[in-house]
């Protein structure tokens, strides 16, 4: 069974600059959640998206934005980028249910901003 | 505001030297609290879910135990290719979906 797929896997941009990232879920999986990974904060969540409707967000700011397509995979928009937002984007995919089931991490995209 | 705390940050085992890894938590119910594993370069792998307090899980060497405030990571007779860094996260009650709250991590490092 294929994991969860991230592209593309290295992202170098500059300053001002907006951003798509991709990510498939596993096959049946409907949940689709993204966090941002960096050395001083470790992962933080950014938003998840169940059946093409965002479910959840966590504290980031409105250049951060996403969606989910019918077949459930998502992307991830950054608009106006900033140095600080640096960092490995990392998807996770789930079932969708509500009874603490795991997620299921790919291998994130590395986004360098110069 | 849910917060998962774990120590140490680091560690530094010999080739069979047992340790345990510790994950605080503070949550408003919990629902389920999940262990990683992460490789350089890579993202988490999933090792454990945990739902009670007295819950036990093993695989391998690993074996995860909680209480109603605190997780266990315990790495019987390691062996250098355990070596990853360690994130213990926390999924609240109320939360509506998925999302999880991480710890920082403790990165370990087993020596052959």
């Known amino acids: 069974k294929a994991g969860v797929t991230q592209t593309p896997r290295y992202l170098i941009k500059t300053r001002g600059q907006q951003v798509t990232l991709s990510c498939s879920p596993i096959?049946?999986?409907?949940?689709v959640s993204w966090y941002q990974q960096t050395p001083g904060q470790g992962l933080q969540f950014l938003f998840e998206?169940?059946?093409?409707?965002?479910?959840n967000k966590g504290n980031f700011p409105g250049r951060f934005s996403g969606r989910q397509f019918s077949n459930s995979r998502s992307e991830m928009n950054v608009s106006t980028l900033e140095l600080g937002d640096s960092a490995l984007y990392l998807c996770a995919s789930s079932l969708g249910g509500t009874q603490g089931e795991p997620q299921h991490f790919g291998d994130g995209t590395r986004l360098s901003i110069l | 505001e849910d917060q998962v705390t774990q120590s140490p940050e680091a560690l530094r085992l010999q080739e069979g030297e047992s340790s345990s890894l510790n994950c605080s938590y503070t949550?408003?119910?919990?629902?389920?609290l999940f262990w990683y594993r992460q490789d350089p370069g890579k993202g988490p792998e999933f090792l454990f879910t945990?739902?009670?307090a007295g819950e036990e899980k093993e695989k391998e060497r690993l074996k995860a135990t909680l209480t109603k405030k605190e997780s266990f990571l315990h790495i019987t007779a390691p062996k250098p290719e355990d070596s990853a860094t360690y994130l213990c996260?926390?999924?609240?009650?109320?939360?509506?979906?998925?999302?999880?709250?991480f710890g920082e991590g403790t990165q370990l490092t087993v020596n052959p």
């Open positions: 096959s049946g999986h409907r949940s």
């Open positions: 945990l739902y009670s």
């Open positions: 996260a926390v999924q609240a009650q109320e939360t509506s979906g998925s999302r999880l709250t």
């Open positions: 998206y169940f059946s093409e409707t965002q479910r």
């Open positions: 949550v408003s119910g919990l629902r389920g």
